[in-house]
């Protein structure tokens, strides 16, 4: 299942500006973009999982690289989900 | 008429230039012999354009407007916009006529890629073009393919896609323009899925040999039942075939594999018999 407005603001916040702004206020940037109650929740736990079921496996590489998580953390989170997200 | 002079392929882990510096000075001299040997051909070969293939990693097109293939027309294109790619130049010189000529001989055969006269090149391009370390840097055709995002076009059209560049190439009326391919990407690695980090070398090894000993129908099949299994950064074994079908699919010459789990990717390196 591709959630779209997740999948954008991913690709959005490649811009260095988007992402400055991400870190500084998540909440204000959060709210332009019509997203899932459980989305933002997702989003607000880190929750690798859960958000890989819905975005191209790059783009959530790139959006937690930009929310700051290091590719080791990230990397055991991943192997902890033991499912393939929904894209290939 | 124009010249094909050579067709190559590169890996372009972008940790290759993100940690650079945290790699061993051992794994740095063998990535740097294999760019560098596949430099030294590419640069014997001579050639004045490149039409280089590699996927968009989500730079220049999003689920809006997701072309299969793109074909670059511009005078000109921006470099990486990736931070850690900043040595990079930041505007590439294009060649627009054979860009175009490659589009106009495409769609009379009815393929309809997307064009663009102006794109960004990511590091699945310019990775591959700044380890080669050229003397000049030639112009580019760059096409992206999309590798990324599924549906992705068949192994059977990626043979055809390579077909029809060498006809392009063979039909440019510029005489004597010397034209080499570049496809940039895999081997086995797999990003942002649960498989993240491995590497799968005996997917790598059978895909070489598949390569060498050239034939496409065991090359499809081959691809075709073990690609996907491979990790999702695997799919960009597409632009590989597209350089061997353009190539005429004679086989290749291996100059450097080996599984660099520092940067998640099974790096291969190879030219083509033309």
């Known amino acids: 299942m591709t959630d779209y407005w997740l999948s954008k603001l991913f690709f959005d916040l490649q811009n260095p500006a988007a992402a400055a702004e991400y870190r500084a206020d998540r909440a204000k940037v959060l709210a332009r973009y019509p997203l899932a109650q459980e989305v933002l929740e997702a989003i607000d736990r880190d929750d690798v999982g859960f958000l890989g079921r819905r975005v191209n496996p790059y783009l959530l590489r790139y959006y937690f690289g930009t929310a ?3 590719d080791a953390v990230f990397l055991a989170k991943l192997h902890q989900t033991g499912k393939e997200p929904a894209h290939g | 008429m124009a010249e094909f002079v050579g067709a190559f392929a590169a890996s372009h882990a972008p940790l290759i230039a993100r940690d650079w510096d945290k790699l061993s000075a051992e794994r740095r001299g063998q990535i740097s012999a294999a760019y560098g040997e596949l430099g030294r051909r590419m640069a014997a070969a001579g050639p004045e354009v490149i039409i280089e293939l590699s996927p968009d990693h989500w730079v220049n097109f999003f689920l809006d407007n997701l072309p299969s293939i793109c074909v670059g027309v511009g005078e000109s294109h921006d470099g990486p916009p990736e931070p850690f790619m900043k040595s990079f130049p930041r505007s ?45 840097l ?15 076009m068949s192994i059977r059209r990626c043979f055809a896609w390579g077909r029809l560049l060498a006809r392009a190439i063979a039909s440019y009326p510029e005489k004597d323009l010397r034209v ?28 070489i040999r598949a390569f060498a000993d050239g034939a ?18 695997t799919h960009e074994v597409r632009n590989w075939v597209i350089a061997h079908a353009a190539a005429g699919a004679r086989g290749f010459d291996l100059i450097d594999y080996r599984a660099v789990p520092e940067v998640y990717v099974g790096c291969g390196f190879a030219s083509w018999r033309m």
């Open chain 2, 138 to 152: 030639p112009r580019l055709v760059p096409i992206t393919v999309n590798d990324l995002e599924p549906p992705m």
């Open chain 2, 216 to 233: 496409e129908a065991p090359l499809t099949q081959f691809l075709e039942a073990h690609m996907a299994a491979a990790g999702n950064g």
């Open chain 1, 68 to 70: 700051g998580m290091s």
């Open chain 2, 92 to 136: 590439v010189p294009g060649h627009p006529a054979l860009g175009r000529h490659i589009a106009e001989t495409a769609l009379a055969e009815d393929f309809e890629p997307s064009i663009s006269h102006h794109l960004k090149l990511d590091h699945g391009f310019c990775i591959p073009l700044e380890r080669m370390a050229l003397p000049t």
């Open chain 2, 180 to 207: 080499a391919i570049l496809a940039t990407g895999g081997l086995s690695h797999s990003i942002g899925e649960s498989t993240m980090g491995a590497i799968d070398e005996a997917f790598d090894r059978d895909c």
